[in-house]
């Protein structure tokens, strides 16, 4: 079976955006491929290391939403990348055959960069402020998946140059060390086809420092109050004037979790026949169906959080067993001694 590896940082309870763009794949994907997922809290320091007092509160939330939403520690290997340093290795021997460059130019660190204010323009001489471990934030992920040998990578959009960047480190690997005859494999990254779910109030996405999230631990009541900050077109006032759904917020998400009723709610909406109100009440209790499911299972791990340890525990030990077989043959390709 081809082996899946894919990776999140721990920032505490998940939300809707999570769910559609990469868990519910990621639970689907448990019957087609070996699956690996890894809470990658050493990335997390990259950019946050000034304040780490909840990250232990995070992981442990993010591996409660996994199982959950339907993770099976039985089918999957759920891992903690701090609890196999073979990932440091990798990292580490990785760093030596990368060439700065690479890194400096990389979009996606570049943005991240960005959008949090560490550099102003995109310039490749500003990435030379940024910590050297954030630099190196690709190099990491590289081996989180290299570590494994994994071939595919389900991730979103915005991560693509990174998985460009690990088939090129494996390549110049491949290249560099082939008499050993070990060769890494070229890891594909596997997209969703999911629309990008809004915040609810109207930025581009829902994230967790704009306060603008629906978390899948939500109570209906959260949920439906949340439902009605969301951002409608302006110019629908009342309950019977027309609205243009493809400006809509509250019509993205009936897009995703209301598939059967959107055509019929987009044209009432643009009949005026909808109003905002009943239209908002709708996904709400769309969005309440939809997680319901989950808070059994959730609740069962909130209350036993030994259980969750363990898990975290015991899939780290399973993932190590593969990581260090990788570092064995990594170690003999570069003549290090064993
Ligand atoms: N950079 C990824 C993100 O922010 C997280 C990540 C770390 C990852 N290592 C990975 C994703 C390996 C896929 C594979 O979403």
């Known amino acids: 079976m081809p082996r899946i590896f894919s990776g999140m940082r721990p920032t505490g309870k998940l939300h809707l955006g999570h769910l559609v763009g990469a868990l519910e794949n990621w639970t689907r994907f448990q019957s087609e491929y070996e699956t690996i997922y890894g809470i990658v809290d050493w990335h997390s320091l990259t950019t946050g290391y000034k304040d780490t007092s909840r990250l232990k509160e995070y992981i442990l939330e993010a591996v409660i939403d996994w199982i959950s939403v339907g993770i099976d520690p039985n089918k999957s290997i759920i891992m903690l990348q701090s609890l196999v340093k073979e990932h ?14 690479w890194l400096i ?14 550099i102003e323009n995109a310039s490749d001489d500003e990435m030379t402020k940024i910590d050297f471990g954030h630099l190196g934030y690709p190099v990491l992920q590289t081996a989180d998946i290299l570590v494994y040998q994994a071939d595919t990578v389900p991730v979103g959009e915005d ?14 690997f491949n290249f560099l060390f082939s008499e050993s005859g070990f060769q890494f ?7 969703t086809v999911t629309p990008r779910l ?41 309950k019977n004037d027309p609205g243009r759904p493809e400006i809509c917020s509250v019509f993205t998400y009936h897009t995703v ?15 005026g026949e909808l109003g905002c109100v009943a239209c908002k009440r709708n996904l709400g209790e769309k969005i309440t169906t939809r997680i319901d499911p989950f808070r059994q299972k959730r609740k069962e791990l909130a209350d036993n959080l030994d259980v969750v340890e363990k898990i975290i525990k015991d899939g780290s030990d399973k993932a190590r067993a593969i990581a260090s077989d990788t570092l064995k043959q990594v170690r003999r390709s570069m003549n290090l001694m064993e």
Request: proline share 8%.
């Open 88 to 101: 440091a290795e990798l990292h580490l021997l990785f760093s030596m055959i990368t060439p700065t460059p």
């Open 105 to 118: 130019r990389n979009p996606a660190v570049k943005q991240q960069a960005r959008e949090m204010g560490l």
């Open 159 to 172: 991560q693509i140059p990174h998985i460009e960047l690990c088939r090129e480190i494996a390549r110049r």
């Open 185 to 191: 494999p070229e890891p594909q990254h596997k997209l």
């Open 198 to 238: 809004p915040g609810v109030d109207g930025s581009m996405k829902m994230s967790k420092s704009l306060n603008n999230c629906i978390y899948l631990s939500d109570d209906d009541a959260t949920v439906q109050s949340q439902v009605r900050k969301m951002v409608t077109d302006p110019n629908k006032v009342r």
């Open 257 to 271: 979790f209301n598939k059967s009723e959107v055509d019929e709610i987009g044209k009432n909406c643009r009949s």
